[in-house]
């Protein structure tokens, strides 16, 4: 072998050496600034926060999305993604869940209905039932579900039960056929309000009840019209 040639693998050797000595100190450099992005995803914004600034990166928020699935205020998406290495100071950007939003119940009992709407409307809840019930307190709100201090997710909605005017039921007696004064007698002693029509009906004795717009032995309400038919001919 020649002295040409020992030279030059000479040098092709130190070369080779030299190109591995320093590719071997940039990746031991690479690697020792190298961070695995951690898996925020579920994780409350807080304490994504907190873990992603503890490896030495940084945070944003990119925008809220809303998702009817997701709590409020959970990461849904992270970009770079989890467990990639990235350098330190590298920020992760994430996407944070609006909602449903958790709402306070409002308390609610001994107001007017008219009140009780409007403070659902400024939380945003909606009002899914309203039932009526005979009270001694009317148009004002007598119990509620779900309960004041209770959380509830803003589209679930409340049931509030309103109180309204008691009303007196009767029992319709049976008035057919029977003398008209027998009849108006009983039903003002009952407290039955009522209402008389004059029909001729030549046919049937006079001064007795032809008909009555409620059926006998049926239930009716104070506010129902009880129409008495009597015939006065004859």
């Given at each position: 072998?020649?002295l040409?040639?020992?030279?030059l693998y000479?040098i092709a050797f130190v070369a080779v050496f030299?190109l591995?000595v320093?590719v071997?100190?940039?990746?031991?450099?690479?690697?020792e600034?190298?961070?695995?992005?951690?898996?925020v995803?579920?994780?409350?914004?807080v304490e994504?926060r907190?873990?992603?600034?503890?490896k030495g990166?940084?945070?944003t928020i990119?925008r809220?999305?809303k998702?009817k699935?997701?709590q409020?205020?959970?990461v849904i998406?992270?970009?770079?993604?989890?467990?990639?290495?990235v350098r330190?100071g590298r920020t992760?950007t994430?996407?944070?869940?609006e909602?449903p939003l958790?709402?306070?119940?409002?308390m609610?009992?001994?107001h007017?209905?008219?009140?009780a709407e409007?403070?659902?409307?400024?939380?945003s809840?909606?009002?899914?039932?309203t039932?009526?019930?005979p009270?001694?307190v009317?148009?004002?709100?007598?119990?509620?579900?779900?309960?004041s201090?209770?959380n509830?997710?803003?589209e679930?909605?409340?049931?509030l039960?309103?109180?309204?005017k008691r009303k007196?039921y009767f029992?319709?007696?049976v008035?057919?056929?029977?003398k008209?004064?027998?009849?108006i007698?009983e039903l003002?002693r009952l407290?039955?309000?009522?209402r008389?029509?004059?029909?001729?009906?030549?046919?049937?004795p006079?001064?007795v009840?032809v008909?009555?717009?409620?059926?006998?032995r049926?239930?009716?309400?104070?506010?129902?019209?009880?129409?008495i038919?009597?015939?006065?001919?004859?």
């Amino acid at each position: 072998m020649n002295l040409g040639k020992i030279i030059l693998y000479s040098i092709a050797f130190v070369a080779v050496f030299i190109l591995s000595v320093f590719v071997s100190i940039n990746v031991f450099i690479k690697e020792e600034g190298t961070i695995a992005v951690p898996d925020v995803r579920g994780r409350d914004a807080v304490e994504a926060r907190r873990m992603i600034e503890q490896k030495g990166l940084g945070f944003t928020i990119a925008r809220y999305e809303k998702r009817k699935d997701v709590q409020y205020n959970r990461v849904i998406m992270q970009r770079p993604e989890a467990l990639l290495p990235v350098r330190k100071g590298r920020t992760v950007t994430v996407v944070v869940s609006e909602g449903p939003l958790a709402v306070s119940i409002p308390m609610l009992l001994d107001h007017s209905l008219a009140y009780a709407e409007k403070v659902l409307k400024e939380r945003s809840l909606q009002l899914k039932a309203t039932l009526n019930v005979p009270d001694g307190v009317v148009d004002r709100v007598v119990a509620q579900l779900p309960r004041s201090g209770e959380n509830i997710v803003d589209e679930e909605g409340m049931t509030l039960v309103v109180g309204e005017k008691r009303k007196r039921y009767f029992l319709m007696p049976v008035v057919q056929g029977k003398k008209y004064q027998t009849v108006i007698n009983e039903l003002d002693r009952l407290g039955i309000p009522f209402r008389i029509t004059n029909v001729a009906r030549p046919d049937l004795p006079a001064h007795v009840i032809v008909d009555a717009s409620v059926p006998p032995r049926t239930f009716f309400n104070e506010d129902d019209t009880l129409e008495i038919k009597v015939n006065l001919g004859g």
